[in-house]
């Protein structure tokens, strides 16, 4: 069994945002075997061992924190991690650059596309929704001189064209913010999520998977799609928000 699980932002200790998680957390979650954790392309060969457990650990976004914070701690403890980069990101301020990526690369670590923009492409037409796959697969490829098969969708969004559509363009292994574990072959892949909201009970919860987390996983993605389409991302977002500084005034 596989347990997939994304990260963003690394930080060394008050989170701003939902997203965010502390350094504190960070090594909660690098916290096994260093021959549990996986990266994209290992995904085929390990995910038929149904009794032996591993971790998928990634990052998206490309932030400036996956190669100040993350990287070291990853090469210290000789684990491997997946990053998941937006090309008009990389070298801004607050991310990654292409030589940091391609040290992280020639480390053993796997970087993946989030798109050539961190857009919703649901809402994209097919054109640009292609061009969106496409052009960060290539300029990827390019530069770190690999083939570039793992693509993580930017806020989680996607329909089953979308995944045809990456597909035919050459990504073998999609992923979606939705919560669960790899052990089959599928179209789109889960990843659950550590954020500034939990506590180290929580991140435990998802790294000692037990059935009774799993139900509960069921019930907060159905939870998550019913507040979107009876009150719009807009809230959605306003409840991490408050639910973030919840967590600061407590």
């Known amino acids: 069994m596989i347990v997939p699980i994304v990260l963003h932002r690394v930080v060394e200790s008050a989170c701003d945002e939902f997203e965010d998680v502390t350094i504190a957390s960070l090594d909660r979650?690098?916290?096994?075997?260093?021959?549990?954790?996986?990266?994209?392309?290992?995904?085929?060969?390990?995910?038929?061992?149904?009794?032996?457990?591993?971790?998928?650990?990634?990052?998206?976004?490309?932030?400036?924190?996956?190669?100040?914070?993350?990287?070291?701690?990853?090469?210290?403890?000789?684990?491997?991690?997946?990053?998941?980069?937006?090309?008009?990101?990389?070298?801004?301020?607050?991310?990654?650059?292409?030589?940091?990526?391609?040290?992280?690369?020639?480390?053993?670590?796997?970087?993946?596309?989030?798109?050539?923009s961190h857009t919703n492409m649901t809402m994209s037409d097919k054109t640009k929704a292609k061009f969106n796959l496409l052009e960060s697969k290539k300029c990827l490829e390019n530069i770190l001189f690999d083939d570039v098969y793992g693509f993580s969708f930017p806020y989680g969004k996607y329909n089953t064209n979308l995944i045809g559509l990456a597909k035919s363009v050459g990504y073998k292994y999609?992923?979606?913010?939705?919560?669960?574990?790899?052990?089959?072959?599928?179209?789109?892949?889960?990843?659950?999520?550590?954020?500034?909201?939990?506590?180290?009970?929580?991140?435990?919860?998802?790294l000692n998977l037990k059935l009774y987390t799993r139900f509960i996983w069921t019930l907060e993605d159905v939870s998550k799609i019913l507040i979107k389409f009876l009150f719009g991302d807009r809230m959605y977002v306003t409840v991490r928000k408050f639910i973030v500084s919840g967590r600061k005034n407590a």
């Not at 149904?50 to 684990?79: A, H, M, Q, T, W």
């Open 29 to 116: 979650v690098l916290g096994k075997k260093t021959g549990q954790y996986i990266v994209t392309d290992d995904i085929d060969d390990l995910k038929i061992k149904s009794k032996e457990k591993y971790y998928l650990i990634s990052f998206d976004d490309g932030c400036l924190s996956d190669y100040e914070i993350v990287f070291p701690r990853l090469k210290k403890l000789n684990i491997k991690a997946t990053f998941f980069v937006n090309i008009e990101n990389v070298g801004k301020s607050g991310f990654t650059n292409w030589d940091m990526l391609k040290e992280m690369k020639g480390s053993k670590m796997s970087i993946g596309s989030h798109g050539y």
């Open 174 to 206: 999609c992923f979606s913010s939705r919560h669960g574990v790899i052990v089959e072959d599928s179209d789109i892949y889960p990843r659950n999520s550590i954020n500034g909201s939990m506590t180290f009970e929580d991140i435990d919860r998802i």
